[in-house]
């Protein structure tokens, strides 16, 4: 059975689905020169609006970035005619973050052990982790192709 999303209909800015509104929507190419710029705008506007307290900005901002790296790297396999879309949602009792790449996806429960010693020290594994780790929730949809990162407010 195929899941959906809060965000799966095309929304503008600000745009107001019931208790749900998407507070920020944008698209870049799968190229990585984007998700620093992306994301410091991104979690400012965040802290700016009172949802992110700044004691955690950069946790958050670590979460975002690595959701963004996966999508690009992972996700649509650092092909450059490949988008990667965020939205930023917030409604009553919480905020969040989703991610959607144009890859063919994977599935979330056939990961690496975070604490094993070649994923310790490789150059990739650790992202999951850590984004369980400082969010409220994550899941993921499309196959694995998008993913919904979300703090309570």
Not at 5 to 32: F, V, W, Y
Not at 98 to 125: C, N
């Amino acid at each position: 059975m195929s899941q959906t999303s809060p965000t799966d209909t095309k929304t503008q800015r600000g745009a107001d689905h019931g208790t749900l509104r998407i507070a920020l929507e944008c698209e870049i190419p799968s190229d990585p020169s984007f998700v620093n710029p992306l994301t410091v705008r991104t979690v400012k506007f965040l802290v700016d609006e009172g949802l992110v307290e700044p004691a955690v900005h950069e946790k958050v901002q670590l979460c975002l970035i690595e959701a963004l790296r996966n999508a690009i790297v992972h996700g649509n396999r650092g092909d450059a005619s490949k988008k990667v879309q965020l939205r930023v949602f917030v409604d009553k009792g919480e905020w969040g973050f989703f991610i959607e790449d144009e890859g063919q996806g994977f599935d979330p429960k056939v990961i690496l052990d975070p604490a094993d010693e070649e994923t310790l020290w490789g150059s990739s594994g650790r992202g999951l982790p850590i984004m369980r780790h400082y969010m409220d929730r994550v899941e993921y949809f499309s196959g694995g192709s998008a993913v919904l990162l979300a703090r309570k407010r």
